[in-house]
């Protein structure tokens, strides 16, 4: 009876039960075709090059292998050898005798759509190739290569949307905070909304450090012609970074905008203020290493007592015992120079 229910059991409705391991066996048999494939194409694609091939089927083979594999730098640079012989027949193409001042414009006008056409569908091939692959070099590179070619034809508002939708997705995206800088500076945005921009992703997470990193960027610029107000504006900043520290005291970056922030500090009470507040802050919190080192920093940058300074390190050596040979070479040598 057992016999005939387990049978029952491996043959629902007329159909034997595939085994695990058989399913395992097509899955490695389906991938080794698929990889053989993959090398048959990139074999095909890479003699076509050596061979000067820059036609329509090289570019198709382009987009099937780049959709595979984004990476593939020397397949990319391929694409734009294309991109850019395609160009050229267009324009030659359409280079007849001109018999009237409107055929010619009329024949450059065309020669002008077909180009951007091109150079559309371009920004869509890459831009559905950032939402698999946010973080690949190469498809940020082309798309700046695109945009750079379309020139003033280029929907920089579109791009910035681009950027903070993929900066919605992953805040600490680099290769976007990269590519946003480059549409910044092309599109002739205001640095003040990039700044409104920047303190909008870090009240959502003060650990975002690109936003930081950003920040540093902006405000010189804004102020790039009135040093006065930037000197107060950088004083400010220091009110806003400590709302960081009480948050998560452990949290680097933040602390790492305020190195920043001393570095181009020059006001001797703004610097005692902060030392007052490490020394605050370690009392809610006296082993927070990012605290203490700053403290370290701070004393030597106000030129007091190095002793303090020295008591400070022999704590952290203890509580960051991973990075003691760092606070011993930071003890040993002015603490200016680390």
């Not at 039960?17 to 890479?46: F, H």
């Not at 992703?201 to 804004?222: D, T």
């Not at 007091?304 to 991973?322: M, T």
Request: neutral net charge.
């Amino acid at each position: 009876h057992k016999l005939v229910q387990s049978s029952r059991f491996r043959q629902m409705h007329g159909r034997r039960r595939i085994k695990k391991s058989e399913v395992d066996q097509a899955k490695k048999i389906a991938t080794a075709k698929k990889i053989e494939k993959y090398k048959e194409i990139t074999s095909n694609i890479m003699l076509m090059r050596k061979n000067g091939k820059l036609d329509e089927e090289a570019f198709e083979l382009t987009t099937n292998v780049l959709t595979i594999n984004p990476e593939f730098y020397t397949i990319w640079n391929y694409r734009r050898e294309i991109l850019l012989h395609l160009f050229s027949q267009i324009t030659s193409k359409t280079e007849e005798p001109k018999t009237t001042p409107d055929d010619e414009q009329k024949k450059s006008v065309d020669i002008q759509t077909m180009v951007l056409t091109c150079l559309k569908k371009e920004l869509s091939f890459t831009e559905a190739a950032i939402q698999s692959h946010p973080k690949s070099y190469w498809i940020w590179n082309h798309r700046t290569w695109t945009t750079e070619k379309l020139g003033s034809d280029c929907d920089w508002n579109r791009e910035l949307s681009l950027c903070s939708k993929m900066l919605d997705a992953d805040r600490r995206n680099f290769h976007c905070w990269n590519y946003r800088r480059y549409v910044l500076e092309k599109g002739k945005f205001s640095d003040v909304d990039e700044l409104a921009y920047t303190s909008k992703k870090i009240e959502q997470s003060f650990s975002n450090y690109s936003a930081w990193h950003q920040r540093s960027k902006v405000l010189p610029k804004i102020y790039a012609s009135d040093p006065e107000s930037l000197r107060k504006a950088l004083d400010k900043e220091f009110e806003f970074v400590v709302q960081a520290f009480y948050t998560d005291p452990s949290d680097q970056s933040a602390w790492f905008y305020h190195r920043w922030l001393r570095s181009e500090c020059k006001s001797r009470e703004i610097l005692e203020h902060e030392l007052d507040m490490c020394n605050d802050l370690l009392e809610i919190e006296p082993e927070s290493k990012w605290t203490l080192t700053t403290k370290a920093f701070l004393i030597r940058e106000l030129g007091k007592d190095l002793s303090e300074a020295y008591e400070v390190l022999d704590l952290l050596k203890k509580i960051d015992p991973d990075r003691k040979n760092f606070y011993e070479s930071f003890a040993s040598i002015s603490l200016s120079e680390v």
